[in-house]
């Protein structure tokens, strides 16, 4: 029997592949690589001495999708494969719902048909838009996303608890804050593709010289020190919440349909210029930075109250910011010694 991971050698993807092998599960990657890089296969076998059976294409490709549920028992499955650059799907909003929206239903197409259940949907924050409260409950209501790429998120949101509700299937919601830092074997990491759009992947590159400096993007937030403010949570933690969340559902004979939603954070809110120093301690570096205007479409502060999953996955975010943002340096030193 096994688990689907689509986006399996994306960032969050290939983490939790590495967690599930850990676990025992038997993995079956189906990625178009066009956010990641075949390599990233090989270091999850250098990791954990099993190299998943990996299948190269675009899950729009029904045909595809098809000839791996006949080749394979699939359990369950986690779907990260998703476009995910807020302000590019500002200008592609159509490859975003195209790609983002086919791809989900191409895949519960196939497990309604096999009568499978176990989904684990890759969603986000930012389907609280800037929420009233803070920490952000999952109970907390939602607002419609600025972006499309948040409006693609809580769309597939909604097809999904339908899909539960229409067939009797488990499913679970799981709702990122922000993912950062890297493997601890410094082998996986957020792969830089052209200019990178999030804090984290911009702060390493700019502390390798890569990139000049830094725009921060508004200090005129009504927070303490002017920047906006997110919940930066360990990419192994975000990791290990997907297996938790999925041996819940495996292990819900219920016959009846299961919608699960959590809240992936640490609970802790940091600002931008408290992330930078971190990095900047964490590391003995420097990060060469410049206050910019706000950029389009970002909300002030957003950080999660994580106590549903800690009450009902026994999880809870372990590793501190400076920690992850070690990792971070280790990654960013290994992608240079494999450019040299
Ligand atoms: C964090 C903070 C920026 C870059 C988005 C998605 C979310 C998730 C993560 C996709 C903000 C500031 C950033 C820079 C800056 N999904 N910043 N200079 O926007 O909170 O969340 O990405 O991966 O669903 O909504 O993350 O890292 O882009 O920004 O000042 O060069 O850092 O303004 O305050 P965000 P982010």
Sequence with gaps: MAILVTGGLGYIGSHTVVELINNNYEVIIVDDLSHSEKFILHNIEEITGKRPIFYPFDLKRKELLNQVFDAHSIEGCINFAAFKAVGESQVKPI???????FSLINILQEFKERNISNFIFSSSCTVYGQADEMPINEDTPLKMPESVYGKTKQMGEEILADFAKGYNKKISLL????PIGAHDSA???????????????YVMQTAAGVREKLSVWGDDYPTSDGTAVRDYIHITDLAKAHVAALKKLMNNQSAD???DIFNLGTGRG?????LVKAFETANNVEVPYQIC??????ITIAYANADKAEKELSWKAETSLEQS??????WQKYLQSRSN
């Design 187 to 201: 082998l996986l990491g957020e792969l830089p593709i052209g200019i990178p759009n999030n804090l984290v992947p």
């Design 325 to 330: 943002l070690k990792t971070v340096w280790e």
């Design 270 to 274: 940091s600002s931008v210029l408290e």
């Design 175 to 178: 709702r990122y804050f922000n």
């Design 95 to 101: 490859d975003y719902y195209e790609n983002n929206l």
């Design 257 to 259: 349909s299961v919608i």
């Design 293 to 298: 205007e706000r950029r389009e479409g970002d």
